[in-house]
């Protein structure tokens, strides 16, 4: 069985792949640090030395490689991997999918303390991170809502988050 986490930015994808892994035995891989360690690069210099077009390339071809040669793994998705590439219907095709629901509220509140981290989020200022995030969703969700299951993030501990998720694939 194959479980890929996708969702916005700071929806706790890592978080409840790692968690997910100690309660169901499964393996856990983080696309991101895939794709870091396979191009001994940070996320960070590769879309400032390479650009965001070579980092959705290099994003598609991992992400393939890793459904198509692995068993038995969850995979956390960066925040865009399902939104390019047709790599929504190729996580459908080979494994389940989950959307992990954040609201704008949510995400922004944990994204606040975290845009250094992340190379699109940066250059956006404190007050206008709500509105980004918001526009940014709109243009993601009909991505997001491909998945085979939708759970919401909202005022929910990862325990309680992994406890649905494991109720949802039995
Ligand atoms: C991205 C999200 C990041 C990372 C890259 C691009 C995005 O992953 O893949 O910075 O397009 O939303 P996280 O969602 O783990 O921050």
Redesign the pocket.
């Known amino acids: 069985m194959k479980l890929v986490l996708m969702?916005?930015?700071?929806?706790g994808?890592?978080v409840l792949a790692k968690d997910l892994s100690e309660k169901t035995g499964l393996d856990w891989l983080?696309?991101?640090a895939y794709i870091e360690s396979k191009e001994g690069l940070k996320?960070?210099q590769i879309?400032k030395e390479k650009g965001e077009i070579y980092?959705r390339l290099i994003?598609h071809k991992y992400l393939k490689e890793i459904l198509c040669n692995k068993n038995n793994l969850i995979i956390?998705?960066?925040?865009?991997?399902p939104?390019y590439s047709g790599n929504i219907a190729i996580i459908n095709q080979n494994a389940v999918s989950i959307y992990l629901k954040g609201s704008i509220q949510t995400l922004a509140e944990r994204l606040i303390n975290e845009k250094e981290?992340?190379?699109?989020l940066k250059n956006i200022k404190e007050e206008e991170l709500k509105s980004f995030i918001a526009k940014h969703l709109f243009e993601r969700n009909s991505f997001y809502n491909q998945a085979t299951f939708t759970v919401s993030v909202d005022n929910k501990t990862v325990e309680k988050i992994s406890n649905e998720i494991i109720t949802l694939l039995n």
């Not at 981290?117 to 699109?120: D, E, G």
């Open positions: 969702g916005y930015m700071g929806s994808k890592s983080d696309l991101d996320i960070n879309f980092f994003e956390a998705t960066g925040g865009g991997t939104c981290t992340r190379p699109l």
